[in-house]
T-cell receptor, first 109, second 118 residues
Framework: GQNIDQPTEMTATEGAIVQINCTYQ??????LFWYQQHAGEAPTFLSY??LDGLEEKGRFSSFLSRSKGYSYLLLKELQMKDSASYLC??????????WGAGTKLIIKP | GAVVSQHPSWVICKSGTSVKIECRSL??????MFWYRQFPKQSLMLMAT?????????EQGVEKDKFLINHASLTLSTLTVTSAHPEDSSFYIC??????????????FGPGTRLTVL
């Protein structure tokens, strides 16, 4: 079956760095997305990886290893507004998104 | 980026009534729109894929006669929850995929509709 695993909850300190891991098992693979979702709001796009390696976008970076079925989202210089859920989603061979349950990130002062 | 709107933002209705939710792509044409449902502290669950001019494709376990989807134009898809019951209370989110998306299959999400059935 298809499956996405990511931690349920993580806590980090303002100004620090946090890495949110995601492992996936899908029927075929056409890329991996990370979305940010604040409570009560719809998800917003953060990143897309289809090739191995690190993609950097400002304070956020995303890494992919296709051979390991593994990705991570790296958040630097954490701000209080980064408190949100982070959703990992893999695109399968039918170009359908398979969603993880999300990681709730709590930022403490 | 592409903008997707949803209406209404929230709705409260009595059990047994029907509720219609609209999803519009404001600055692009979307041949495909997606309808998701999200229960508290859970991830998005794809309900159905809405294709313009044809029948929607429903995910396993989603009753097509209860959740009616109409994608009559390239900018509008509607989800009607028929005979709503309290267990249908949830956050309903639509998304659309622009045909010229810079990111493969990137989906842009509407703001969501919170449905509460009393």
């Amino acid at each position: 079956g298809q499956n996405i695993d990511q931690p349920t909850e993580m806590t980090a300190t303002e100004g620090a760095i946090v890495q949110i891991n995601c492992t996936y098992q899908t029927s075929g693979f056409n890329g991996l997305f990370w979305y940010q979702q604040h409570a009560g709001e719809a998800p917003t796009f953060l990143s897309y990886n289809v090739l191995d390696g690190l993609e950097e976008k400002g304070r956020f970076s995303s890494f992919l290893s296709r051979s390991k079925g593994y990705s991570y989202l790296l958040l630097k210089e954490l701000q209080m507004k980064d408190s949100a859920s982070y959703l990992c989603a893999a695109l399968d061979s039918n170009y359908q998104l398979i969603w993880g349950a999300g990681t709730k990130l709590i930022i403490k002062p | 980026g592409a903008v997707v709107s949803q209406h209404p933002s929230w709705v409260i209705c009595k059990s047994g009534t029907s509720v219609k939710i609209e999803c519009r792509s404001l600055d692009f044409q979307a041949t495909t729109m997606f309808w998701y449902r999200q229960f508290p502290k859970q991830s998005l669950m794809l309900m159905a894929t809405s294709n313009e001019g044809s029948k929607a494709t429903y995910e396993q376990g989603v009753e097509k006669d209860k959740f009616l989807i109409n994608h009559a134009s390239l900018t509008l898809s509607t989800l009607t929850v028929t005979s709503a019951h309290p267990e249908d209370s949830s956050f309903y989110i639509c998304s659309a995929r622009p045909p010229e998306a810079g990111e493969v299959n990137e989906q842009f999400f509407g703001p969501g509709t919170r449905l509460t059935v009393l």
